[in-house]
C-alpha cells in the first residue's frame, strides 16, 4: 500500500504515470480487424478456436435458449432483475432529450438504426452490465440490437438478462477483438451497426479504439475506479468494503481515498489489513491495493482540486459537509452522496448506467444514458422576413471569407422581386 500524501505530491505523481499505447497490441488487433473484414465469417471461426478453445456448429444463439436461460434463474433473481430493468427504465425516460420546435429553428433527436453491444463472458458474467447498456438504447427507440459474447454454454445469465430485454433475433457467440470487428463491418453472418458499446479486456478496447470513425463507440474502457471523500461520520468498515469492491474487479483497478483527517486515513489503512485476508477475491485486493491504492490528506481546497484533477469514474463523498463538497466537483463519471449511496448500489441498481468514463475521461466525456443511442440534426426554416433581416451581415462574412458563391447564393435571393 503507497503512503499518505499531501495533494500536491499526488497530482505530481499521478501526472508521470500516463501510459503511451500498446503498440504491438495495437498492430496485432488491427492484423484481426483486417482479416475478420477481408474472410468474415471464416475468419471468426478461425479467432475462436484459437483464442477460446470452441468449434462454432453454430454461431447465433436461439430465442429458445435465452428463454430457457431466463426460466432456469430462481424467481427471487428474475425479481431482482426485473426491479433493476425498470428504475433503469424510469431513470432513462426521464432524462431523453426532447424536440426543440419552432416555426423558423427546431432541433429534433432520432434513434440510432442498429446498435452493437459486447458483453464479456470470462470467468465472471455480469447480467448489469447488459441491463445498463441495453436499457438505455432501447429507451431511446432503437430498433435493432446486436450482441456478440464469448459464452459458449446452452444457458447462461447473460442469455437471461438479454430474453428479459427482449433481445433475442441478433445473440452470437463471438468474443474479442474479431467480435468487435464483425460488428464495425458485417460478415455473412453478423450485420454491421452504427455503434458499438459494452466492456472488455485490453483487446476489446483497443479494437473499438481502432474501429472508431467507421462506427461510433462509448467509450475505450481502462481498469475501474474509485475515489472516496470522507470523514469520521463514514464507518469505517463500510469505507474499508467500498475500497474492497473496487479492488476486487482485478488488480489494475484504482482505489483513492481523500479526507481532511490524516489520523483517519491511517486508522483505515491498519483495518484494510486486518479485514482483506478474509475477502473471497483476496488475492485479486491485496494486488489492486499494493499497487493502486492511494491515500491523500490535504485541506478543503487541495482536496477539490485533486478530485477535479483525477476525474475518477466514481466519486463517493461520504462527509459532514457532503453538500457543499459535491456543489465542487466538477469532473466524474458519477457522483455517489452519502453513505446510503455506496457505488456498490449504483453498479447494480440505483437507475443511471453505470458505464461511465475511466482514465481522467471524465473531464470530457459523461455516463453512457439514453441520449448516447439517437443523432439530434436542426430543422431550418426561415422566413421571409427573417431571411431579409440577416441576408446583408451573411454575405459581408462570405466575402471575407472569400468564398463568393456563398455570397451570391444569398444575394440572388434578396434581390429577388
Not at 500524501?5 to 497490441?25: G, Y
Not at 471468426?44 to 483464442?51: D, I, V
Not at 428479459?164 to 477483438?177: F, N, S
Not at 458499446?197 to 479504439?209: E, L, Q, T, W, Y
Amino acid at each position: 500500500m503507497k503512503g499518505i500524501l499531501n495533494a500536491e505530491a499526488f497530482i505530481a505523481q499521478f501526472k508521470q504515470q500516463a501510459s503511451a499505447p500498446n503498440i504491438e497490441q495495437m498492430l496485432a488487433v488491427q492484423a484481426i480487424i483486417d482479416d475478420v473484414k477481408a474472410n468474415g465469417d471464416q475468419a471468426l471461426a478461425q479467432y475462436t478456436e484459437h483464442f477460446d478453445g470452441q468449434t462454432l456448429d453454430k454461431v447465433k444463439v436461439t430465442p429458445e435458449q435465452l428463454k430457457a436461460s431466463w426460466d432456469a434463474l430462481d424467481t427471487d433473481l428474475q425479481d431482482a432483475l426485473k426491479l433493476t430493468k425498470a428504475r433503469i427504465e424510469q431513470y432513462e425516460h426521464r432524462i431523453l432529450y426532447q424536440d426543440n420546435l419552432d416555426e423558423e429553428l427546431s432541433y429534433v433527436y432520432r434513434p440510432l438504426a442498429r446498435v452493437g453491444l459486447y458483453v464479456p463472458g470470462g470467468t465472471a458474467l455480469y447480467p448489469s452490465s447488459v441491463l445498463m447498456t441495453l436499457v438505455p438504447a432501447l429507451v431511446a427507440g432503437v430498433k435493432e440490437i446486436v450482441v456478440t459474447t464469448p459464452v459458449f454454454t446452452d444457458t447462461s445469465i447473460t442469455f437471461a438478462a438479454l430474453y428479459l430485454c427482449g433481445v433475442t433475433d441478433h445473440v452470437y457467440r463471438i468474443g474479442g477483438a474479431q467480435a468487435i470487428a464483425a460488428l464495425a463491418y458485417g460478415t455473412e453472418t453478423i450485420p454491421a451497426v452504427d455503434k458499438i458499446c459494452g466492456p472488455g479486456n485490453a483487446f476489446v478496447a483497443m479494437a473499438k479504439r481502432l474501429v472508431f470513425g467507421d462506427v461510433g463507440i462509448d467509450s475505450i474502457a481502462g481498469p475501474s475506479e474509485i475515489l472516496l471523500y470522507v470523514d469520521e461520520t463514514a464507518p469505517l468498515d463500510a469505507i474499508v468494503y467500498d475500497v474492497f469492491a473496487q479492488a476486487e474487479h482485478d488488480a489494475n483497478a484504482r482505489t483513492f481515498v481523500l479526507s481532511e483527517s490524516a489520523d483517519l486515513l491511517e486508522r483505515l489503512s491498519v483495518r484494510i489489513q486486518e479485514l482483506l485476508p478474509e475477502q473471497v477475491r483476496s488475492e485479486i485486493i491485496a494486488a489492486s491495493v499494493a499497487n493502486n491504492h492511494y491515500q491523500v490528506v490535504d485541506t478543503r481546497e487541495n482536496l477539490l482540486n485533486a478530485v477535479n484533477f483525477i476525474a475518477a469514474e466514481h466519486v463517493s463523498v461520504q462527509h459532514a459537509e457532503q453538500d457543499d463538497i459535491v456543489l465542487n466537483i466538477n469532473y466524474a463519471g458519477a457522483v455517489f452522496k452519502g453513505v446510503y449511496s455506496m457505488e456498490a448500489i449504483g453498479d447494480y441498481i440505483a437507475g443511471p448506467s453505470h458505464v461511465l468514463p475511466t482514465n481522467r475521461n471524465a473531464r470530457y466525456s459523461h455516463g453512457l444514458n439514453s441520449n448516447d443511442f439517437r443523432t439530434s440534426h436542426a430543422i431550418i426554416n426561415l422566413s421571409p422576413k427573417t431571411f431579409k433581416e440577416v441576408a446583408v451581415a451573411a454575405e459581408r462574412i462570405a466575402a471575407a471569407e472569400g468564398l463568393y458563391c456563398h455570397e451570391r447564393s444569398i444575394a440572388i435571393r434578396r434581390e429577388e422581386p
